[in-house]
Structures are given as C-alpha cells and as structure tokens.
C-alpha cells in the first residue's frame, strides 16, 4: 500500500474510521484474500511428489 495514495476519514477524536485507497490496491486485496481462501479449502487434499506429478502429466491423467 503506497501511504501516499492512502487517505484516512477519522471521527470526532481523530480515530481513524475508514480507509481510501487506490482501486488497483483494493482489487489487488481481493485477490489475496480470495488465494487465501482457496490454501484454506485445499488444506487437507491429498499431495503427490514432484515425480508423480510428471507421470501423471506425461501420461495425459489428471493432476
């Protein structure tokens, strides 16, 4: 985040309330958020090694 680009609306007691920031940086967030989201629903799949990955994709199988 480029502080520079990032602006703050506080309250009464200058707390901080919200955040205004480029859309890039806030579609860049998204997509974070969302490759966490898939690591956390694929936490528990199986895995294969490096050398049945390359079986199974010199074979034409799924990976």
Not at 15 to 44: C, F, G, K, M
């Amino acid at each position: 985040m480029d502080p520079r680009r990032t602006t703050y609306q506080t309250d009464a007691q200058g707390r901080r309330t919200a955040v205004v920031l480029p859309i890039s940086e806030y579609e860049q967030l998204l997509e974070d958020l969302h490759d966490l989201a898939v690591v956390a629903e694929r936490r528990n799949d199986e895995t294969i090694d490096e050398a049945e990955l390359r079986r199974r994709l010199a074979g034409g199988g799924a990976v």
